[in-house]
């Protein structure tokens, strides 16, 4: 069994614990690495063309515009299919209650029949948000796996969390 962990991750200043912190590397890149660890394959990052703003009221201000538009902003690279993969982890912090539009651009383009699909989200509060009932729609012809919430004011602490979770997955 193949996996694919797909994320889109945000370093810099990112909201942690009630306030605005510099992150050196973004939260949800760090549950897809631990998940990569636990049951292997390969990592996908979603990066924008047009990145956000560094500034990270900018940033939710920007992605906020965004959903309420179902913008889906290009990307530097996409993935050209899944085909070897059986199991695809969908990872991405939570951005007014689902993944950022970003994520959601990459998914469209894909063939989902026959895969199955794990959520994971990073958080500060909103858990898994409505990701998984957006997945649904859009990765048709999937199966659906329980999604994980991870704090993302933990994320550096949850290995273990997410290596069992993962596990259990594929």
């Given at each position: 069994?193949?996996n694919l962990i797909i994320y889109y991750s945000r370093?810099?200043?990112?909201?942690?614990n009630g306030r605005v912190e510099n992150l050196a590397?973004?939260?949800?890149?760090?549950?897809?690495?631990?998940?990569?660890?636990?049951?292997?394959?390969?990592?996908?990052?979603?990066?924008?063309?047009?990145?956000?703003?560094?500034?990270?009221?900018?940033?939710?201000?920007?992605?906020?515009?965004?959903?309420?538009?179902?913008?889906?902003?290009?990307?530097?690279?996409?993935?050209?299919?899944?085909?070897?993969?059986?199991?695809?982890?969908?990872?991405?912090?939570?951005?007014?209650?689902?993944?950022?539009?970003?994520?959601?651009?990459?998914?469209?383009?894909?063939?989902?029949?026959?895969?199955?699909?794990?959520?994971?989200?990073?958080?500060?509060?909103?858990?898994?948000?409505?990701?998984?009932?957006?997945?649904?729609?859009?990765?048709?012809?999937?199966?659906?796996?329980?999604?994980?919430?991870?704090?993302?004011?933990?994320?550096?602490?949850?290995?273990?969390?997410?290596?069992?979770?993962?596990?259990?997955?594929?």
């Open positions: 069994m193949a370093k810099g200043e990112n909201y942690v590397k973004g939260n949800t890149e760090i549950v897809a690495e631990f998940i990569q660890k636990a049951v292997g394959g390969d990592l996908f990052e979603i990066e924008t063309v047009k990145e956000y703003s560094a500034d990270y009221y900018e940033c939710i201000d920007d992605a906020k515009a965004e959903l309420r538009a179902g913008a889906r902003p290009e990307l530097k690279k996409y993935l050209d299919g899944i085909d070897g993969y059986d199991t695809i982890f969908v990872c991405g912090p939570c951005w007014w209650g689902t993944f950022p539009m970003a994520v959601f651009t990459q998914l469209e383009k894909l063939d989902w029949n026959g895969k199955k699909v794990m959520a994971v989200m990073t958080h500060e509060g909103s858990g898994l948000g409505s990701c998984e009932r957006d997945l649904r729609k859009i990765c048709a012809g999937a199966s659906f796996g329980k999604g994980l919430a991870v704090h993302g004011a933990d994320a550096a602490k949850s290995e273990k969390t997410v290596a069992s979770w993962a596990k259990k997955s594929v």
